[in-house]
T-cell receptor, first 111, second 112 residues
Framework: EAAVTQSPRNKVAVTGGKVTLSCNQT?????MYWYRQDTGHGLRLIHY???????EKGDIPDGYKASRPSQENFSLILELATPSQTSVYFC??????????FGPGTRLTVL | QQQVRQSPQSLTVWEGETAILNCSYE??????FPWYQQFPGEGPALLIA?????DKKEDGGFTIFFNKREKNLSLHIKDSQPGDSATYFC???????????FGTGTKLQVVP
């Protein structure tokens, strides 16, 4: 049973539309993360969270919001999606100074 | 700025050879260095990790060599197999509350 799950796995959105990507973890980790992966850039951190109710900006937060309503769930929200946000998005959980556990990814296409 | 750098960007080796992937970092506070392996269509998964108190870590055919003074490390994949073909990410963090920084990855192809 996968410890980090993401939904949806694939999403096509229109420019200007709202997109919500969801993540659930059963590792009981305090920290959760959202990354995007693009060729040539590796994994870039968008937002992260220390625990329920907290969200922090990562390295590339512009155009994204995050929500952590519970220990298990962490969402990434694109209020006004743009084609530049077409990417593969990964959620992860993990404690400071230890490995991170990644979900399977969501492929987002913004037309 | 890129705090973790990897080279080469891509690497092709013959089956049975040793593949060497390089990584360097800037922040002296980093003390935990995991390597993640990613297959197409999947999320990255931990392969092997080292802490800065050690200079070498082995796990099966995978070995990390770590040089704290030079702030670099390398992953050696001994007797490479086609199943090792994947993208490998070097990362760095500290347990004092900084999140992991990732390199841009090395795409390894092992040719039969």
């Amino acid at each position: 049973e996968a410890a980090v799950t993401q939904s949806p796995r694939n999403k096509v959105a229109v420019t200007g539309g709202k997109v919500t990507l969801s993540c659930n973890q059963t590792n009981n980790h305090n920290n959760m993360y959202w990354y995007r992966q693009d060729t040539g850039h590796g994994l870039r951190l968008i937002h992260y969270s220390y625990g329920a109710g907290s969200t922090e900006k990562g390295d590339i937060p512009d155009g994204y919001k995050a929500s952590r309503p519970s220990q298990e769930n962490f969402s990434l929200i694109l209020e006004l999606a743009t084609p530049s946000q077409t990417s593969v998005y990964f959620c992860a959980s993990g404690d400071w100074g230890y490995e991170q556990y990644f979900g399977p990814g969501t492929r987002l296409t913004v037309l | 700025q890129q705090q973790v750098r990897q080279s080469p960007q891509s690497l092709t080796v013959w089956e049975g050879e040793t593949a060497i992937l390089n990584c360097s970092y800037e922040n002296s506070a980093f003390d935990y260095f995991p390597w993640y392996q990613q297959f197409p269509g999947e999320g990255p998964a931990l392969l092997i990790a080292i802490r800065s108190v050690s200079d070498k870590k082995e796990d099966g055919g995978f070995t990390i060599f770590f040089n704290k003074r030079e702030k670099n490390l390398s992953l050696h994949i001994k007797d490479s197999q086609p199943g090792d073909s994947a993208t490998y990410f070097c990362a760095a963090s500290s347990n004092s509350g900084t999140y992991q920084r990732f390199g841009t990855g090395t795409k390894l192809q092992v040719v039969p």
